[in-house]
């Protein structure tokens, strides 16, 4: 389909490993991203994959693709209460950022 | 990361009157720069792509006589929102893209700029 598609939301455990998950659309993106939005605020990168890799790992933070599937995966270790946000996948498309829909994170105590 | 500032943070204006925005660079060159709209509880709308030195390139639905964009150089793209109306109300939200250096095609982000039209 045209859309990225992201569950809208997910509930987790402080101190539990987050996973979000992003369907996109086009084979051919180069760059896929992870962007973290804050209530009020605008996104802040988070990561970003380039299409001939399988995973990347920044701290906390990994990232999966399965290009055959065409999708992504947003792994937060250790969740805290200040991952508390709505994150966002987006693939490079005709010379474009497409956006999924978001899935907010919501962290348990 | 890279840092793009946009100001206001927030601007509430008089229905009829113009609000300008604007979208800066502070530490990389950009020669595009790209303006989305976010409705609550909703994705962001891609209106435009900037590019510096040449016309906007909008996207459908998206009035170019309304939303004026400027790119006048390589670290500052504005929008004007002319004749602003209530349904204008919005998160507005600028993006630059690295073209050069070690870092290229990564898109950084504004902190936005909330319009309210009365």
């Known amino acids: 389909g045209e859309d990225v598609e992201q569950s809208l939301f997910l509930s987790v455990r402080e101190g539990d490993s987050s996973v979000i998950n992003c369907t996109y659309t086009?084979?051919?993106?180069?760059?896929l991203y992870w962007y973290k939005q804050e209530p009020g605020a605008g996104l802040q990168l988070l990561t970003y994959?380039?299409?001939?890799?399988d995973m990347k790992q920044d701290q906390r933070l990994t990232v999966l693709l399965n290009k055959k599937d065409k999708h992504l995966s947003l792994r937060i270790a250790d969740t805290q209460t200040g991952d508390s946000a709505i994150y966002f996948c987006?693939?490079?498309?005709?010379?474009?950022?497409?956006f999924g829909t978001g899935t907010r994170l919501t962290i348990i105590p | 990361g890279a840092v793009v500032s946009q100001h206001p943070s927030w601007v509430i204006c008089k229905s009829g009157t113009s609000v300008k925005i604007e979208c800066r660079s502070l530490?990389?060159?950009?020669?595009?720069m790209f303006w989305y709209r976010q409705f609550p509880k909703q994705s962001l709308m891609l209106m435009a792509t900037?590019?510096?030195?040449?016309?906007?390139?909008?996207e459908q639905g998206v009035e170019k006589d309304k939303f004026l964009i400027n790119h006048a150089s390589l670290t500052l793209s504005t929008l004007t929102v002319t004749s602003a109306h209530p349904e204008d109300s919005s998160f507005y939200i600028c993006?630059?893209?690295?073209?050069?250096?070690?870092?290229?095609?990564?898109?950084?982000f504004g902190a936005g700029t909330r319009l309210s039209v009365l």
């Open positions: 994959i380039f299409s001939n890799m």
């Open positions: 086009d084979s051919s993106s180069t760059y």
């Open positions: 987006a693939e490079w498309r005709a010379e474009k950022l497409t």
């Open positions: 900037s590019n510096e030195g040449s016309k906007a390139t909008y």
């Open positions: 993006s630059a893209r690295t073209s050069g250096g070690r870092v290229k095609n990564i898109q950084y």
């Open positions: 530490d990389f060159q950009a020669t595009t």
